[in-house]
């Protein structure tokens, strides 16, 4: 089982580091790069490729941490009563976070751009789908940097806790 639960491990790590990447690299690279071009339209060209890419960091969080937590159901005899609530509840929180980031903050963004129905760089920034545009902005931000916190915890929890399996009693 322990082969199994390192797959688990390696599989959230692997979304962990590409959220992670899309946060601190993609999406200010893709802003930084066109306005420095002077691209016209450059926040609504980096807003588009940023959203996409978005989409695909969401979902896969949410479909990676469903997978896991029935996974975590197949290992429970494995792990102590703290360790497995704790693996639950992270992972509950990358699902419902990546899951709400995604099909609730997201979708509301994306009707807020196409009610604009300007370019978001020809809106004035006191329309009032923009500021409430730049709120869900805000939302986005924090849904996905909580997704990635309780998944760095999960890790660890899976991790650092021992297991068990691992507990035998000294003589």
Known sequence: MAIFNNIRMLLLASWLGMAIFFSA?????AF???RTFDVPDANEIAGTIVSRT???VNISGFILSLILLITAFALKKSYGRRSFTFQIIFL???AITTGVGEWVIAARM???RAAMGLAIDHVPVDDPNRLV????????VAALGTAIMAAALAILVMALVPRKADRTPTR
């Open 25 to 29: 690299a993609v999406a200010p690279s």
């Open 32 to 34: 930084r790069v066109l």
């Open 54 to 56: 978005l989409a695909i």
């Open 92 to 94: 509950l929180m990358v």
């Open 110 to 112: 994306r009707g807020l």
């Open 133 to 140: 545009f730049a709120a869900l902005h805000g939302y986005s």
